[in-house]
Structure formats: structure tokens, C-alpha cells
């Protein structure tokens, strides 16, 4: 069993950034892959960025160049960086977690969110224009 917890989050003006960051609590020593959602009302939950235990990550094209995901300094955290936010990118976002390595979809981690087993409660970003 895995419990993310999520934080940060809120209101920011369009252009502004955000920083997201999930804990992974565990009762063992695994590593975890993890990532970040996002679902916007009326919308299908889609892949934000993931990062596999190993560092390698992988990006919505709508997101690519604007933010970051990366590791913390404590094992299975990490965090998401937003910046140059756009209404398009008000949603729900939630962490998301599979255990050891993250399927890999043609050698890279996986967006689909059925391959993730654990998820946190959800953070709201809301961007206005």
C-alpha cells in the first residue's frame, strides 16, 4: 500500500508558475514510478509528465517546454514545475504512482492512466486569463 500526498497547487494569473510536489508513504523500500494528471470538467483524465525511478521522464506535448517534473532530495517525492500557465491548463491534477519501474509505452513511461495503481487526492490549479 502507497498514500500520496499532494501539495501546492492554487489560483495564478495566466503567465504565472506553480510548483506541485507528491510524497510516496510506504511501508517498504520500494522505488516508485510516478506522474501527474490532470482533468479538466467535462474533460478525460489525461498525462501530464511522469518519472520512472531511474530519472527518465516523459511530457505532454501541450506541456513540453513549459513544465518540469523531477525528483526531490527524499526518495519516491517529486515535484511538478509550471511555468508560463494558460487557462488551458486550469484542472485537477493528480499524482499517480505504479511500484518499481513504469511500463513502458515504445521505451517510454507510460501516460495511460490505467497503468497507475496509486493516487493521491487531487490538487486544484486554476489559471485565469
Known amino acids: 500500500q502507497v498514500k500520496l500526498v499532494e501539495s501546492g497547487g492554487g489560483s495564478v494569473q495566466s503567465g504565472g508558475s506553480l510548483r506541485l510536489s507528491c510524497a510516496a508513504y510506504?511501508?517498504?523500500?520500494?522505488?516508485?514510478?510516478m506522474g501527474w494528471f490532470r482533468q479538466a470538467p467535462g474533460k478525460e483524465r489525461e498525462g501530464v509528465a511522469v518519472i520512472d525511478f531511474d530519472g527518465s521522464t516523459k511530457y505532454a506535448d501541450s506541456v513540453k517546454g513549459r513544465f518540469t517534473i523531477a525528483h526531490a532530495n527524499a526518495k519516491n517525492t517529486m515535484y511538478l514545475q509550471m511555468n508560463s500557465l494558460t487557462p488551458d491548463d486550469t484542472a485537477m491534477y493528480y499524482c499517480?504512482?505504479?511500484?518499481?519501474?513504469?511500463?513502458?509505452?515504445?521505451?517510454?513511461?507510460?501516460?495511460?492512466?490505467?497503468?497507475?495503481?496509486?493516487w493521491g487526492q487531487g490538487t486544484q490549479v486554476t489559471v485565469s486569463s
Open positions: 499517480a504512482a505504479d511500484r518499481y519501474r513504469c511500463t513502458l509505452i515504445n521505451g517510454s513511461p507510460s501516460m495511460v492512466y490505467k497503468d497507475y495503481t496509486s
Open positions: 510506504t511501508n517498504t523500500s520500494s522505488s516508485y514510478c
